[in-house]
DNA sequence: CTGAAAGCGCTTACAG
DNA sequence: CTGAAAGCGCTTACAG
């Protein structure tokens, strides 16, 4: 029989084994392996001599505890199969990769329990900072915390200052996104995706900025143009597109509050027979890479999510160095990708 | 001033606090909290105040230590926005909290080195047990795995037994797929997504199943009809689309191993005007929530992702319960689903 | 029904 | 340049 023999016990190998095979103390091993004081070349070589013929590997909870972290973020989104998010969660995957942390997901589905247990730190010692992309959390909420983990929220500004933030402005974006349309001498501009969540959420700010634009452009604005969605996905899209039709209030643009809605609404669209842009034209938000496949290509306002991933990490990697500083709101600049829907 | 004092230190209660202020010993909280003996209701009750009082919350690490688990399973795939991943993701996630499990991602793009070291544990203590969709990794590879934390294969076969794997039959999703187009009429069926990746893939088998349906249908095997990719984004499907085009052999249907790889091909036959599915008619795999909503609809092959999350969760479960026990292959059944696109 | 003590595997003052 | 010892916060035999 050729190979050796196969390790009776896969046994977990600690440094009190190391140490004991290289004839040094396991201060020394665990010196070799932090760096942390230097170690003269001879012991350092059998160290790692002892650590290759024992295959050991340092064992994370155990340094865990003596060090107070865990190398872990938790990102926690609605969905983590909504484009937008999935593509967001790649950058900050690769990200904190680059920083030597690990990711955890976390999927809260708008349940505002489930956004409660990841603020309040997920279970303690867990995870060293938290990303949240929040859906129902009210400012109170965020003050009634019982942990301090530190904590950036992406997306949606809870209102009132205080808390560490990373996002579009939301407000500008629907208003560029409306001004666009309007243009391009469109005049019944509708608006897909009015919320009003109970934590306030960017709806209600992409709402402000659709009538805003309106305003700048001599539109009236028709609260029949308006419909609200349940949820952000292709059919709510779809459906309230169908919605908007069936009502007779024939629009000849529409501003979506997220590109996968517009996919909806665009399939409706061709549904019924109306020609996009021609007679309606079609403007999402998000850059999601669908849109650049869809016929026709959807026009979207892009948020920069690699930015927006960069950024939130570094601002959370900070607070975890160096806890207690001003909270910060950083605004991500956003930019207007068209294409043939409009 | 109202309310409370602010805790002047955030301060790290422990059991040992909390059994100070209820009067007990740490063995007793530990109990109550575990439930693993029985403690007087009357004690329970000084003990749950006293967590109450102090906001105690277990210190995961220290217990992770001591039970030498970590309540944490990792899923790495390629890419994390590839829609059939984020959406299978999204069910292991909710799947693994219904077992008490977080869920850790990892993206492995591809690089052998990364899914090396998640096969080798990611690191110690780090997860209790792994779930991997490889790309590229060999037989031989997975032999030298110097962990035994309990590992799942996702919808790669690894060739040969001996390692425990959750996935659709992809010969036969291939050839199914293919009938279909046959079925239907067509005689020219191309094929896009061919790939001979070192670890073996699915690529190959699909190919396989291609062929094997094209003899069952009586049609010729024609090299120039089958077109590689390097990846599977939307972006690849349409180059491969153009590239079949340009070379002249105009086929009349498109079998596209992933619904990625046909929604970009179909909009290459938009973009040269070509009737889908009049003039070519295309089908893919994986049954994505975009297929439903493209134009026009896909038809795909859909391979049950709940299952197939839920199937590996359960498997991974055992293993990390019951280690030892015999590999098991576990094939998924998959079904057609019939949209405009053919 | 409850407690005192040991120990999981690390790292870091403290000491030389 | 190196080591002996303490301790991170838990849980579980062992004992009563």
New binding site residues.
């Given amino acids: 029989m050729p190979k050796d023999q196969r390790p009776a016990t896969p046994a ?1 190998v ?3 084994d190391v140490a004991a095979l290289a ?6 091993v ?2 070799v ?2 760096g ?5 070349e ?2 350092q070589d059998r160290v790692r001599w002892a650590i290759d013929q024992l295959g ?1 590997r ?2 994370l909870s ?2 865990n ?3 107070n972290r865990t190398g872990l973020i938790a990102v926690a989104v609605p969905e983590i199969d909504v484009p937008y998010f999935a593509e967001l969660i790649r950058h900050v995957v690769q990200g904190a990769r680059e920083h030597g942390y690990t990711v955890l997901v976390d999927q809260t589905e708008g349940r505002i329990e489930a956004e409660q247990f990841v603020v309040d730190g997920m279970n303690r010692g867990m995870v060293d900072g938290i990303l949240l992309s929040p859906l129902g959390m009210t400012r109170a909420e965020y003050d009634q915390r019982r942990d301090d983990t530190p904590l950036v929220l992406l997306g949606e500004r809870i209102v009132g200052k205080g808390i560490d933030h990373v996002g579009i402005d939301n407000v500008a974006a629907a208003e560029d996104a409306t001004r666009h349309l309007a243009d391009r001498g469109r005049r019944r501009i509708a608006a897909i995706g009015h919320q009003t969540p109970r934590g306030g959420g960017t709806a209600p700010q992409r709402t402000k900025g659709y009538r805003k634009a309106l305003r700048s452009a001599g539109l009236p604005y028709d609260p029949t143009l308006v419909v609200p969605t349940r949820n952000y996905h292709r059919l709510d899209g779809a459906q309230a597109m169908a919605d908007l039709l069936d009502s007779g209030a024939l629009p000849d643009a529409v501003f979506c509050y997220t590109d996968l809605l517009a996919l909806g609404a665009l399939h409706t669209l061709h549904q019924r027979g109306l020609k996009v842009p021609d007679e309606v034209a079609v403007i999402g938000i998000d850059d999601i890479d669908e849109g650049r496949y869809s016929l026709p290509t959807l026009t979207t306002i892009s948020p920069n999510k690699p930015t927006i991933a960069q950024t939130a990490l570094d601002l959370l990697l900070t607070r975890i160095t160096t806890k207690e500083q001003d909270p910060q709101q950083v605004v991500i600049p956003h930019t207007l990708e068209q294409r043939e829907s409009t």
Same sequence: chains 1, 2.
């Avoid at 004839?23 to 020394?28: C, D, G, L, N, Y």
């Avoid at 942390?36 to 003269?40: H, L, P």
């Fill in positions: 977990a600690s440094v009190r004839r040094v103390s396991p201060t020394t665990s010196n392996l932090s942390n004081r230097r170690v003269s001879e012991t050991y340092p064992n155990a340094r505890l003596r060090l």
